[in-house]
Structures are given as C-alpha cells and as structure tokens.
RNA sequence: GCCGAAGUGGCGGAAUUGGCAGACGCGCCAGAUUCAGGUUCUGGUGGGUGAAAGCCUGUGGGGGUUCGAGUCCCCCCUUCGGCACCA
C-alpha cells in the first residue's frame, strides 16, 4: 500500500521549514541578476478572496521560477490598510479601526502563509503604521515646497443626512450609500496633488511601455485625454468682456451661429441681462444637483443670457447661450457652437431655432443646410462662403489660425482631460496631512523633524458630523511651527491611494529610518521587473503610482522614470450563480434538488459572474485549502485559464487538480526502489545508447509487455528521455515568455501521463534489471518534481526530499534541456493532397526537397489519391509537411 | 456614440511563425480492480455516415488572399470591458 498523499501535514510541515530557514529572505547582491516581483498589496478586509489567491499564485510561481533560474528575487508582501472599511466597522461593531486592521492582517497573513507564497516577509510593511505614513507626510512637505501639493476650493458630495462629506464611491445613484438622503454638491477647501504638471509625460511615457498591456495603455491615454486644438477669444458686444472658448476645429470658425458656456461660467455675472441672471443661476444650481446619469439623459436645454459677442472672422453677432452640456472643468468653460458640423450644436440649433451655416462640404457634393438631417462632422472642403474656398478643411486649420494670430484672437492649445488630484478625505483611518493653519501665518507646513504627526487613537466613532479627528482637541490644537502661537491642525486625511504610490520603493529598504527609502537600495531593486494585478487598477493606481515615481525623480529621489516595467493584468475569479424567482440569489446549500429550500421554487443557474457576497456566488479560500491544500488551490488557479482572462470556479475542476498531484505521488512513491540510489542519465555521457526514435506516442502494439525485443525496448526509454526535455522546454518557455501557466501545467500533465504509460507497459523485473530504464525513470521524476515545483510547491519538496536529494528543493536550480536529448534523427512528415491530409510518411532531419519527393510519391496512400493526375505543384516545408496539388 | 478585447466540442481551454484543429483537464461511456460504494488503472468521447477500415464535414456569419486560413485582409452579427455631452 501506498502511503497517502497527506497533504495537511505535508503542507504544514514544508511551510515552518521555509519560515525556519528564512528561505525567501532577499538581499542586494552584485554577482547575481536582480529581479522584483510584485503583486499588488491588499486592503487588510478581513479574509483573503479567490482573487488574492489567483493574483498571488501567479506572482509566487515568477518568483520561485525565477529564484531556481538563480536570479536574486525581491518578492515582498505588505498592506495597504488604512481606509474606509475599518471606520466602518469602528461605527457598526465599536470597535477600534486600529484593532481591526490589525486582527485583520494577522488573520490574511496567515492565510497567505498557508498558501506557501514565497515572501520575503522581513520587508513587510503596513500603510497605517506611524513608520510608513510618516514618510507620506514627508513626500507631502516636499511635494508642497515644490508647488505640487496645493489647497483649493472644490466641489465634494455633501449628505445632509448625516451631515458628512462622502467620497465618490460613497454615493450610490445621487443618495447616500447609509441613510439614502440626496447628495448635494458642496465647495470646501481640498489638497490636490498637481498630476496634471505631468500630463504630457505620462501620456508620452505609455508609448515606451511595451511590458504593459495595450488596453491598460489605451485606458490610461483615454484618461489623460489630450486634444490639440486653439483657444479663440469672441468679443462680448457693448461690453469690455470677451469669452475664450475652446475648439478641435478652428476650421469650422465661419460656420458659427453661436456660444455654449457652461451655466456656472463667471461672465455670467458681468454681461447677462439683469433679469436672466437668477434664471441661469436656477438653472446651474439644478445641474450641479444632478448626477452624471441624470445629466446624460436630459435633452440638449440652454438659456439665451442676453448678450452677444463678435465673431472675429466674420464680424457676425453670435447669441450666448448658457447651455446643460458646456462643462466648466473642461477648456475655457464656453464653446463656439457651429450647428453645422457639431452634432450637439446640431442639435440645440433644431431645438432653439438658431441658424445652421454649411462652411465645408464633401469633395463630391455641396449640402444644403435648410434639409441638413444631421451635422456633417467629416474632413471636406471648404465652402464659397469662407475665404477658403476650394481648399481641404485640413489646410485652412493652419492659415485660420494664422489671421487669428495675427489678430491676436486665437492660438494654438492643447487641453486635458486629466484634473488635479483631490487627496483630502474627510475621515479618520488615514495619513494625517502634515500642515497647521495659523491665524498670523496661515498655511504653514509641519516641520520634517517633527514627523510623523500621529494618528490619535483615542477619538469617537458615530458616524456623524465632521470627521472624528475634527472633534480631537489635543490633535487639533497645536502650535504654529513657525510663529509659536495658538494654530490649529488640518483635519483631513490623505486618500489612501497616495499610500499605496510609492510602497513598492518602501520594501526596497522597509527599514530605512532616515528617509522614505534607501537611494542604492531603490536604485538595485527598482524598477520593479514584473507587476501583478487587477485590471481595477488600470487607470487609478497604475497612474497614481507612475506620476509619484517621476515627482520624486525630480525631487532628486530616484532616477529612473517608470515605476513597472512589465505589468500583467489577471482576470476575475468568477462563478456560476443560483437565483430562486421569490429569494433572488441563492447559497448553493440553499438549493436542493434544483428547489429553493425556502419555497420550494425551481432555481434557475444565472449566468457566470465574478465573485461577490451579494451575488453567493463566493468559494472561501480557507475552505478549498483545507479541503484538497494549498497546492491544488494554487494548481487549479493557473490550470484553469491564462493568467489574463477571467476564471470559472469550479470544484470538479479542483478535484481534478487534486487527483493529478495524487498522481504525481504515487507514481513517485510507487517507483522510487528503483530510481532512488541510480545515476542519472546523463546524455553527454550515454549518448551512444540513442537510436531512430520516432514522435511520441508510438505504436501502441509497443506497449504490449510481452513482445520484448530489446531494440525497441531501448527506443521506448529513449522517447521517455525525448519527453523529459522536451517538457522542460516547453514548461521554460511556457513560464518564461508567456505567463501561458495552464500550458506549462498541462505539459506537465502529458509527462506524467507518458510515465504511468510506459511503467505499466514494462514488467517490473525489467526494470530493476534494465539500467537505462532506470536512469531514464530518475532522470524523468526529478525534473518533473523541480518543473512541478512553482505551482505546487509544498509536495515537490516533499518527493524531492523522498527521492533522496539532499538539499531543499527551493535552493535547487531549474534544469536545462539538453540539446542532444532534442536532437531527433528522423521525423513524421505530413502528407497533404490538394490541402488535405492524407498521409504521414518518416523521414530523416534535414532532408532536401528532392530527398522527400520519392518518398512521399512512392507511398501506397499518397499514390491512390493522387490517383494518376498530374502533379501541378510539391510544396515542401521542411520539417513539416508536403502539399502536393494534383489535379 | 467612441475605444478596446473576445467568439473553437456538453464545459474550462490548446493550437507560440499561415502548415496534422480540439493538447491538458472536467463531464460522460465502457473495461479492469473491489464484497460493494468510493478510490485507482486502462480505453473511448466534435458532428454526419459506416459492421469496420474509412470517407465527408467542422473554429459566430458572408466574401477574399494563399498550394494551404481558427490564425492574414474586407464586410456583418453577438458578447464582455472601458470612456462617454471633453467642444
């Protein structure tokens, strides 16, 4: 009897080995090649997901890869924990966000160490720890002496309710996610951070990233959202006023009939008509009320303010209007509207009876505005109404905006989407913003010797009025830094997005007392060489994280300019769901027999979606691991689909998982009197046993154990050999180049499949007599044991132990192909009629055309399809195939 | 509306450069082992047709390029993701 696979013990035991041993423990080191491996860090929750263990299973098989490559492996852990679900369960359960988080993450690290992942766990940090936000406050101080941290008023969701600012994701179709009242918008005093100093570098950097998907870069491109058009100033009539607008296409100038400026635009005030003032005022007021939804399904609406301006080519009278769909926030706040070429200004035309001008036609056509059904936005040319006439839209861009010029009306102008980012949160688990606000001095910086400012912990949590830390006396009240006098501190915290921007250079020296980082410890690790994680992040963090990186660049930190060299993006974890029509989503222990167990209804099977508590479609990690270990968890995670795409869970798939490694242990265990105490076989040294050895899987009348004839004995072993490398290759290649794991694993599968087959077709005194055989077999087990080992870490130690090997797999390296094993005297050529395949004939390597054509046309098969007709064409591919074109 | 990704057996997915479509796993069917169930081992499994060898057909649909297309080009359909009055 076999002794069973036990993979509890197995796995615990191999676990404390590599904690006893600080296996994964990194440091810089200049005679190997340093690599840095990461996945993004969790938000301390609770309990880890399916996704963390996706996400962390595919960085740990990099890492352990990379580390049996021998390349020096940075692999660290931490926690991005400090954020709004601790306050929360502050408020619910009272209890203290700090306790929380830190049960938390004493609960997620041990689950992530029950999954084997092979962190370096020395460098562990925790964002909400003094040691680690003290340097957010430092970057802070030297960010706001560069200019590039500023105070400015802006808009916030305000609830009423409960008297609270909300963040964005707080606000759940215009109401408050807790009480339900109506958001209002809100002006309060914010800190931004001045991304957009780096629009233009952020957008030129993504086309130099070619480790990053091209979807991430499109999103991040999007995002930033450049466009190059021109700024032109249209004089208010009978008033010392003009308005800017901003336009893409200053070819369409003449077609103008008139303004769009967004309601809230400040000219309102100086040139609107007295009595349509409180109009637009009630009007913006309205829109602000709104949510972006709301705002999207409105009709195109605008109010005549009562002024005109001037078109400065053509001295035409343009009516301002104050228009629902002029953003503020965008170029100047107003637009030239030409109804003409804008669908929009198309639109509100119809709608307001104003004037539409045809100013460029199709090179084919002229259009007629009085029966124009919609704008003509395409390039064309322009009409005999416009100086230009005659000339492609495209060319009189230039020669429009050069009489502008000269006119001094317009120039050229490039505009973003990209805005500043607000990073004051009005909450309490978060990084304090290291400023005081005195009454002599105003705003003035805490002094760098004084970080960290601390977090206090004795505060109240109801959930109302302002933050907790507002209500904190002795937090609040402080001494002017440069005055002495009475001041008080700011009172908001940081978004905890700018925590997790720089964390990657933190672990790069987690100790470092001095400054946020050591400069030759970042300058040898960074930057990081692969990144792992969520698409969730493609634009936020990703960005976040890539502007922080060049800020410090230029305050002299660092000196590299993008933070990720190669970032893979991993699908969801997603499952099948089940919904009753009365209960709505259903546990799958709430179903049974396809029934409701409330009410007895048929249970439909919804579609596949990502995990989610709402959706019960949710598999604990903890359960999986105790059930089939930590080694099938991970197994079935990358078996499952490539890293990229989205991933069915299924537990038949699991269990399928868990037979395999069975497998692997018994054909080990089973085998191992006879490789245990052999050489291995080494080709360099045995290369005169190989003989012709056609393609695995052979022709299975070889199988049959009792027609022995030693010569294809010896081939069968040889294609055992064959096998082995070709399986390291592949796996090498699979892991190395293409992230492609569910390959790699299945190569890996094939291998085992070839061993079982060729033991069971050997007697076993054979094999304790045949000495090829078994150093073949340990040839065989071994590497399959090393190239198994990333994925299922914890039992490959284990067979590694059991086979004799002395030292600890993890500080083994990765085997090599060899090239003589790959080397094959002969080959299976495909025979293709007219495209078809029709034959198969075997051929010695490098075999010319003229070598293959006799053959291939002296073959019984080949002849009776070609049946007599002429030969027209013989294409041969070496190594491959023939077409032969018949007819 | 714009941008992007994808569409292959009952299911998850392979096919890396245009060259044997469906590797591997799940499920299902059969045989062996077992007192029996489970386990384990072996074989089969796209569809059509056939006793079988085999033949025909087949990668969302339609066209094209090519000796040869899941893969390249054009048009269309569907699904998913992102952005969305951005001037």
Not at 44 to 70: C, E, Q
Not at 320 to 344: I, K
Not at 480 to 509: H, N, Q
Request: charge should be neutral.
């Amino acid at each position: 009897m076999t002794e069973r696979f036990d993979h509890k013990r197995i796995e615990a035991f191999w676990q404390e080995a590599w904690e006893k041993d600080r296996a994964f423990s990194s440091s810089p080191s200049n005679d190997r090649e340093k690599y840095y491996v990461l996945e993004m860090f969790p938000y301390p929750s609770g309990k880890i997901h399916m996704g963390h263990v996706r996400n962390y299973s595919i960085g740990d098989v990099v890492a352990r890869f990379l580390m049996m490559k021998g390349k020096n492996v940075l692999h660290p852990m931490g926690w991005d924990s400090f954020g709004l679900p601790a306050e929360n369960a502050a408020i619910q359960n009272n209890i203290h966000p700090s306790k929380w988080t830190y049960e938390n993450i004493a609960n997620m690290k041990r689950q992530l160490k029950g999954l084997g992942l092979c962190y370096d766990w020395d460098r562990e940090v925790a964002t909400c720890a003094p040691e680690y936000y003290k340097w957010n406050q430092w970057i802070f101080l030297r960010l706001y002496e560069k200019g590039l941290a500023y105070k400015k008023l802006s808009l916030v969701n305000w609830c009423p309710g409960c008297s609270t600012v909300l963040a964005n994701e707080q606000v759940i179709e215009g109401a408050c996610w807790r009480c339900s009242s109506e958001v209002d918008a809100k002006e309060l005093n914010q800190w931004f951070f001045k991304i957009t100093e780096y629009a233009e570098e952020l957008l030129q950097c993504t086309y130099k990233m070619p480790g990053w998907p091209e979807r991430v870069l499109t999103m991040q491109r999007n995002w930033i959202g450049k466009s190059i058009g021109a700024e032109i100033e249209f004089k208010v009539k009978g008033a010392p006023e003009s308005i800017r607008v901003f336009t893409t296409r200053p070819d369409t100038i003449y077609g103008v009939t008139f303004l769009s400026i967004a309601p809230s635009h400040p000219v309102v005030d100086k040139i609107a008509s007295r009595e349509k003032i409180s109009e637009i005022k009630a009007f913006s007021d309205k829109l602000k009320n709104k949510t972006k939804r709301d705002i999207d399904l409105l009709e195109k609406q605008g109010i005549f303010i009562g002024a005109s301006c001037v078109n400065p080519l053509t001295g035409e009278d343009v009516p301002v209007y104050a228009s629902n769909f002029v953003l503020m926030e965008y170029g100047t706040g107003a637009v030239m509207a030409v109804p003409g070429h804008d669908q929009r200004d198309f639109e509100f035309a119809k709608a307001y009876n104003l004037p539409i001008k045809v100013v460029i036609n199709p090179s084919d056509s002229a259009l007629n505005p009085e029966t124009l059904d919609k704008a003509y936005v395409d390039n064309g040319v322009m009409s005999p109404l416009t100086p230009f006439a005659g000339m492609s839209n495209i060319e009189a861009i230039d020669e429009i905006l050069k009489i502008l010029e000269q006119k001094g009306l317009g120039k050229k102008t490039i505009n973003y989407k990209l805005r500043d980012w607000g990073i004051s949160r009005q909450r309490y688990w978060g990084c304090p913003i290291p400023i005081v606000y005195c009454e002599k001095c105003g705003v003035v910086p805490v002094d760098l010797k004084d970080l960290p400012v601390i977090l206090p912990e004795d505060v109240s949590f109801t959930g109302k009025g302002l933050s907790p830390l507002a209500n904190a006396g002795a937090f609040v009240n402080t001494i002017c830094p440069k005055c002495g006098s009475e001041a008080k501190r700011e009172t908001d915290t940081m978004d905890t997005f700018v925590d997790s921007s720089w964390y990657f250079l933190r672990y790069c020296s987690p100790k470092e007392l001095t400054l946020p980082f050591d400069k030759a410890d970042a300058s040898y690790w960074m930057p990081v060489d692969q990144y792992v994680g969520g698409i969730e992040h493609a634009v936020l963090h990703l960005l976040y994280s890539r502007f922080f990186t060049k800020a410090m660049r230029d305050l002299g930190l660092i000196g590299f300019d993008e933070p990720f060299k190669n970032l893979l993006t991993q699908g969801m974890v997603c499952k099948e769901t089940l919904k009753c029509p009365e209960h709505g989503f259903l546990f799958p222990e709430e179903v049974k027999a396809g029934k409701c167990v409330k009410c007895n209804k048929a249970v439909s099977s919804g579609p596949v979606e990502k995990m989610s508590k709402s959706k019960k479609n949710i598999v604990d990690p903890d359960r999986i691991i105790s059930e089939y270990g930590a080694d099938t968890t991970r197994l079935f995670s990358l078996f499952a689909a490539p890293p990229e795409k989205d991933l069915d869970w299924n537990e038949e798939g699991v269990e399928g998982c868990y037979r395999f490694l069975g497998r692997v242990w018994r054909l080990v265990l089973d085998n191992i009197e006879f490789i245990r105490d052999v050489q291995k076989y080494d080709p360099q040294k045995d290369g005169s046993l190989r003989v012709p050895t056609p393609l695995y899987p052979t022709d299975p009348t070889k199988h049959d154990p009792h027609k022995d004839d030693s010569f294809q004995r010896k081939a069968e072993i040889m294609d055992i050999h064959t096998l082995t490398h070709r399986t390291i290759e592949k796996v090498t290649h699979d892991i190395e180049e293409r992230f492609h794991f569910n390959t790699a694993i299945s190569a890996i599968m094939e291998q085992v499949n070839a061993l079982y087959l060729f033991i069971g077709s050997m007697p076993v005194e054979k094999l304790e007599t045949n000495g090829l055989a078994k150093k073949v077999l340990r040839e065989s087990i071994e590497s399959l044991i090393l190239i198994l080992s990333p994925f299922a870490p914890h039992i490959s130690e284990e067979l590694w132990k059991r086979v004799g090997s002395l030292t600890p797999l993890y500080m083994t390296r990765w085997p090599d192909a060899s090239e003589l094993a790959l080397l094959k005297e002969e080959f299976t050529l495909i025979v293709q009629v007219n495209g078809k395949l029709r034959s198969k004939v075997i051929v010695p390597v490098g075999a010319t055309e003229a070598d293959v054509r006799p053959i291939v046309l002296n073959d019984a098969k080949t002849k009776e399809w070609i049946n007599g007709k002429s030969i027209r064409k013989f294409v041969y591919v070496p190594e491959k195939l023939v077409n032969i074109v018949a007819g």
